[in-house]
């Protein structure tokens, strides 16, 4: 079935640090790229998106691109902040079917 | 964007009691809701897909009996824990599916802010 993996964490960068948090996934069909954010005690955010090759979704400073050669959506910002620490979960959508997501990442950015 | 919400937030409730935990779409109507579980530092599970009107879909492994799910309108879906042991503490979020305005035929998910149950 449909799957996606990305790097599990812990994460920890400093203020300012650059952030790449990877992202792969297997799927029968052509879906849908998503990252979620979770900030502590809260339900998901929809952080960003891409829906065909090559698209790159991008918000708040982040941005992924959706690679279909290499099955990869990876997610990058530049000059990461306090503010940014939460669970960021990748996920895909096949039209008509449900949400696979991966398994969470937890960033923490310290001052 | 379109904006989901649960109530309650979180809820402590007594071992062998019935919890009922309400998701609510509040500017628009979603035919489909989803209900997810999340325990600690992991990642969502799917239990069921609510329709209105229709009996939910369970996934593999989830007890329909003990899980129930009711969608009797376009904006209201719920999930009652019944007979709730400390083993159902945990996260619930639940989503609604929105037709995009412009977009007919796109669905897009948004996610409620999730009900934390603690079973005692």
């Known amino acids: 079935g449909d799957s996606v993996t990305q790097m599990e964490g812990p994460v920890t960068l400093s203020e300012e640090a650059f952030l790449t948090i990877n992202c792969t996934y297997t799927?029968?069909?052509?879906?849908?790229l998503f990252w979620y954010v979770q900030y502590p005690g809260e339900g998901l955010q929809l952080l960003l998106k891409a829906t065909k090759a090559d698209d790159k979704g991008s918000n708040k400073g982040f941005e992924a691109t959706y690679r279909k050669e290499t099955t990869s959506f990876h997610l990058e910002k530049g000059s990461v902040q306090v503010s940014d620490s939460a669970v960021y979960f990748c996920a895909l959508r096949v039209y008509g079917q449900n949400f696979v997501f991966g398994p969470g990442t937890r960033l923490s950015v310290l001052p | 964007g379109a904006v989901v919400s649960q109530h309650p937030s979180w809820v402590i409730c007594k071992s062998g009691t019935s919890v009922k935990i309400e998701c609510r779409s509040l500017?628009?109507?979603?035919?489909?809701m989803f209900w997810y579980r999340q325990f600690p530092k992991q990642s969502l599970m799917l239990m069921a897909t609510s329709n209105e009107g229709s009996k939910a879909t369970y996934e593999q492994g989830v007890e329909k009996d003990k899980f129930l799910i009711n969608h009797a309108s376009l904006t209201l879906s719920t999930l009652t824990v019944t007979s709730a042991h400390p083993e159902d503490s945990s996260f619930y979020i639940c989503?609604?599916?929105?037709?995009?305005?412009?977009?007919?035929?796109?669905?897009?998910?948004?996610f409620g802010p999730g009900t934390r149950l603690t079973v005692l």
């Open positions: 799927a029968t069909g052509y879906p849908s």
């Open positions: 500017d628009f109507q979603a035919t489909t």
């Open positions: 989503s609604a599916l929105a037709r995009l305005a412009g977009a007919p035929g796109y669905n897009e998910q948004f």
